[in-house]
C-alpha cells in the first residue's frame, strides 16, 4: 500500500480583510447565501492527447498535473479557514485522486504532493496509483492531507454536467474536478471537465479563467516531456 505522503503540512495564510476586495461577496456567500455552485465544459485536448500518444508518459497524472498546476497559480481556488474561522490561504495544495481496483468494483482515494516539475510529479504519481491499484480501503494512504482538493475520472462516461450533492457543502472551500471519458468530433479531442466550488471562494469568473489556463496548458503540451 501507498505510505502517507511525507511533506510536511504549511500553515494557511490568514487573509487581510481589510484590503481584501473580495470581503463582501465572501461574507455574503458564506453567510447570507452560503452556496456552492458547478461548471461543465468541453476542453479541447487534442495536441495534449497527440503527446501523450508519442511519450512514455500517463494520461492521468498528466490530467491530474495540468489541473494542480492552474491550482495552485490562484489563491481563490486554495482557501480554507484558520481555526477561528477567518479566511485563509494554503500555500500549496496537493491533488486527491481516484483509484478504480475493478476485481472489486471500488474506488480509493489517495494524494501526491504537487510539484512544479511535472516530471517528478508523475514519476511520484505513477507509483502511487500502482501501489493503490488493488486496495481494499478507500484510503490506503491513511487519509488525505488537509490541504489537499480532490480530481475523480469517470473514464467510461462523457457528461455534459456534473454536479455533487454535498452534504455540509457550504463548509468546503477546495474545489473538486471530474473528468469524463473523452469525445472525438471533427479530428478534434474533447474532455468533459466539471468544477464544483464554493462561491465564497470564486466566482464565474475565477472559475472561468481556471478552466482557460487548463486549455491552454493541453494546447501547449510541451511539458509533457520535458
Known amino acids: 500500500m501507498p505510505t502517507p ?35 461543465t465544459v468541453e476542453l479541447e485536448v487534442t495536441a495534449f492527447v497527440a ?3 508519442t511519450s512514455t ?4 497524472p498528466a490530467q ?42 471500488t474506488f480509493a482515494a ?3 504532493p504537487y510539484d512544479a516539475d511535472f516530471a517528478r510529479f508523475h514519476e511520484t504519481a505513477v507509483e502511487v496509483l500502482a501501489d493503490a491499484a ?6 490506503p494512504q ?7 482538493f480532490d480530481v475523480s475520472s469517470i473514464p467510461w462516461a462523457s457528461f455534459t454536467g456534473f454536479t455533487l450533492q454535498i452534504d455540509g457543502g457550504t463548509n468546503h472551500f477546495a474545489p473538486i474536478f471530474a473528468l469524463g471519458r473523452y469525445v472525438e468530433r471533427d479530428g478534434r479531442t474533447f474532455l468533459p471537465f466539471a468544477v464544483q466550488i464554493h462561491h465564497a471562494s470564486a466566482d464565474g469568473f475565477h472559475t472561468a ?9 493541453f494546447a501547449d503540451p510541451s511539458w509533457v516531456d520535458a
Open 64 to 105: 491530474i498535473w495540468a489541473i494542480a498546476n492552474v491550482v495552485n497559480r490562484h489563491p481563490e481556488f486554495r482557501m480554507t479557514l484558520t481555526d477561528d474561522g477567518a479566511p485563509a490561504t494554503w500555500p500549496v495544495v496537493h491533488p486527491a485522486f481516484t483509484v478504480f481496483n475493478p476485481e472489486r468494483e
Open 5 to 39: 505522503m511525507p511533506t510536511p503540512m504549511p500553515t494557511p495564510i490568514p487573509i487581510d480583510l481589510d484590503t481584501w476586495p473580495r470581503r463582501e461577496s465572501f461574507d455574503h456567500y458564506r453567510h447570507r447565501v452560503p452556496c456552492t455552485y458547478a461548471m
Open 57 to 60: 508518459r500517463k494520461t492521468y
Open 134 to 139: 488493488a486496495a481494499t480501503e478507500m484510503f
Open 142 to 148: 491513511g487519509g488525505l492531507p488537509a490541504n489537499g
Open 110 to 112: 489517495v494524494s501526491a
Open 51 to 53: 503527446a501523450l500518444r
Open 209 to 217: 479563467r481556471l478552466i482557460g489556463e487548463l486549455e491552454q496548458l
